[in-house]
């Protein structure tokens, strides 16, 4: 694999340092029951407990509660999280802070409660328009001025990597429109990581946040590289998404390892814990690796294709309003990206494949997207994943609405490994209405 040596070669006016910033991170089965004395440890004397209603009866949520009682710790209950969150339920979360005047968060749940327990303490602490902070061209983009309250952030979906991040996403009703906001000042203080709340999961849950991981870091490695950015003035403005560097790697090539062997067996075998476990590392690894590169095209897709929901209800998932699941929207288009874009950098591609557990007898570079894509579609099919972007809803006839979706999504667009435009994007989403 001599071209990856090559893969960070400097280029002319390009970047020539990487960052690495990490959350802290705990990490073991029961390890919820330190909850209290951890926020002890970060001056928190009241605390915001952020949970969603299914969780909140969990007994994940009773250990929580008790621990922080244990350690003296007074706690306000909110368990009104929306899965997929919006502008609406991000803003009636901010309230609920700023009346509980609480001086710290912990939240329990997926990627939707740690997202809005990030929010809450942004908007509580810095309180501003709510656009301002948002990604632009949606919002101003407006820098977060300073760091937030103590945040303690403990995933029980073995997926969306958000513990370890500082992204936020939501869904912005007024334009039909999945965005985020993305800051380091937004990284939780901890990530308490127990593998022992992925054994009740759902089959579907799991498959779809296993999927999140698997492409997390797929795209991760196969980011463009740093040295191919502009070269930043000041290392604030060095962004998060910094493209693919040698740290990331280290996490990412590990996290399809695993994902590779485990993830069929954890989604069909509830009772096989081992696999579930393996999982749960697995989503560290991917988002301590992409909290430091950035993800890129399927991502981008997925916001529209999560966005734009016509009528897909998946099992195991709230009932009341159609829902495409993260990981689902993200992984119904990655097969046919990966496709799209191999030619950038085939060597990873092929790695990447190898990693997941592909067999490359006789594979050349030339097949590296071939060999990608049905690797990640022969998992799609092993974990009951509807059949690409047609099997969540959408036809031909919904692409150039798709295409215009994911086009404001730049800050991912700018970070895959070669231009992607509208006419790529139209050929990505032709190659992912069906895969069999
Ligand atoms: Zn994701």
Redesign the pocket.
């Known amino acids: 694999m001599t071209c990856c040596h090559n893969y960070f070669a400097t280029t002319e006016g390009g970047e020539e340092a990487f960052s690495v910033d990490v959350s802290a991170i705990t990490y073991g089965a029961g390890c919820l029951a330190e909850a209290g004395e951890q926020a002890k440890a970060l001056g928190v004397r009241r605390i915001a407990l952020f949970t969603d209603k299914r969780l909140a009866a969990t007994e994940h949520v009773a250990k929580v509660k008790a621990s922080l009682t244990a350690a003296g710790i007074d706690y306000a209950l909110y368990d009104e999280v929306k899965v997929e969150p919006t502008d609406v339920s991000f803003q009636a979360a901010t309230r609920f802070a700023a009346e509980a005047k609480v001086d710290g968060f912990i939240s329990v749940g997926g990627g939707s409660v740690m997202d809005t327990a990030k929010a809450a303490s942004l908007y509580t602490t810095y309180p501003a328009d709510f656009l301002a902070y948002v990604n632009a061209p949606v919002g101003e983009g407006r820098p977060v001025p300073g760091p937030l309250k103590p945040h303690i952030a403990c995933p029980t979906t073995a997926g969306?990597?958000s513990e370890c991040t500082g992204v936020t996403v939501f869904d912005l009703l007024s334009m039909k429109a999945k965005t985020g906001i993305a800051s380091r000042m937004l990284r939780p203080s901890l990530a308490l990581i127990d593998p022992l709340t992925t054994h009740t999961l759902p089959k579907n849950v799991i498959a779809c946040s296993a999927f999140?991981v698997l492409?997390?870091a797929l795209e991760s490695y196969t980011a463009k590289p740093y040295t191919r950015r502009p070269r930043s003035n000041t290392p604030a403005e060095r962004p998060m998404s910094q493209g693919a560097n040698p740290w990331s790697d280290l996490g990412c090539r590990e996290a399809l390892r695993i994902a590779g062997e485990y993830m069929v067996r954890a989604v069909n075998d509830p009772a096989d814990h081992e696999a579930r476990e393996q999982l749960m590392w697995a989503s560290t690894l991917a988002g301590i690796a992409f909290g430091n590169s950035g993800?890129h095209v399927p991502?981008g897709m997925a916001y529209a294709v999560a966005g734009l929901v016509k009528d897909y209800q998946p099992e195991g998932y709230p009932d009341d309003e159609p829902i495409i699941p993260?990981?689902m929207s993200?992984i119904v288009n990655a097969p046919s990206v990966f496709r799209n874009t191999a030619c950038a950098c085939p060597e990873r591609h092929l790695d990447g494949a190898k990693c997941l557990g592909a067999d490359l007898r006789g594979a050349r570079e030339d097949d590296a997207g071939e060999v990608l894509g049905a690797r990640i579609v022969e998992l799609m099919k092993a974990s009951g994943i509807p059949n690409g972007v047609g099997g969540v809803g959408y036809g031909e006839g919904d692409i150039g609405a798709l295409i215009e979706g994911t086009l404001p999504q730049q800050r991912l667009l700018k970070n895959a490994p070669m231009e992607v435009g509208a006419e790529q994007l139209q050929s990505m989403f032709e190659g992912a209405l069906s895969y069999w």
């Open positions: 969306t990597g999140d492409s997390h993800v991502h993260h990981g993200v």
